[in-house]
């Protein structure tokens, strides 16, 4: 399937229910830190957060042919000022679409306003070390392992170590005339 075919746009709350289901698949929570049995009640409550006026959150999902198949979400790195430099970000992908470009469209989107927009200096995320297909996807927009955390996550009972990836702003912003 063509990358041209997919849009990147802000998630309403007609794509809760749509939302929901994907997130609850172990295939696709297993990968994040979202916790099992998600509710539409909290996405509707996340959703909200999201589009008021200020909102340091951005959450963009994707669609193609009339059909919600990923989502992605910046997110300030904690609520110390001198953290502000920072955004973590995370994505998945319905897994049926996976491989056809959707999370590099996603991925795109959010470099894009972190870089150009919000002027962030470093995007910082962790992922499951054994996760090969984020990792790649990661590398190809620039961030590169730090470190890596024994133990981070507990997936499906067993304890799994996480790498700490990062990626600094290409071009950041420059007072006028420097
Ligand atoms: C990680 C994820 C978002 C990738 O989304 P995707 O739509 O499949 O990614 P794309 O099709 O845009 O792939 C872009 C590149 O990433 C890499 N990649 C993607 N899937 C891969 C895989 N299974 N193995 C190796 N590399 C892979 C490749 O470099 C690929 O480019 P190529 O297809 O031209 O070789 C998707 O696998 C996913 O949602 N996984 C479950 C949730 C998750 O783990 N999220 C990340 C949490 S940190």
Request: net charge neutral; aromatic share 6%; hydrophobic share 45%.
């Amino acid at each position: 399937m063509a990358a041209d075919a997919i849009s990147i746009r802000r998630p309403t709350m007609a794509d809760v229910a749509a939302i929901v289901t994907h997130v609850g698949d172990p295939a696709v929570f297993g990968g994040l830190l979202q916790m099992p049995y998600p509710t539409e009640a909290a996405w509707r409550q996340r959703l909200e957060d999201t589009m008021k006026l200020g909102a340091t959150d951005l959450m963009l999902v994707a669609e193609r042919d009339g059909e919600l198949v990923g989502l992605a979400g910046l997110h300030g790195a904690g609520t110390s000022p001198r953290r502000a430099h920072a955004r973590t970000l995370g994505l998945w992908v319905v897994p049926h679409a996976h491989r056809q470009g959707v999370g590099s469209a996603l991925m795109q989107a959010l470099v894009d306003v972190a870089d150009r927009w919000i002027g962030a200096l470093r995007l910082e995320l962790t992922v499951n070390a054994d996760n090969a297909a984020a990792i790649a996807l990661y590398r190809r927009f620039g961030f590169e392992l730090e470190g890596t955390h024994r133990g981070y996550t507990l997936r499906d009972g067993v304890l799994v170590d996480c790498h700490a990836m990062a990626r600094w702003n290409p071009q950041p912003p420059t007072r006028p005339g420097a």
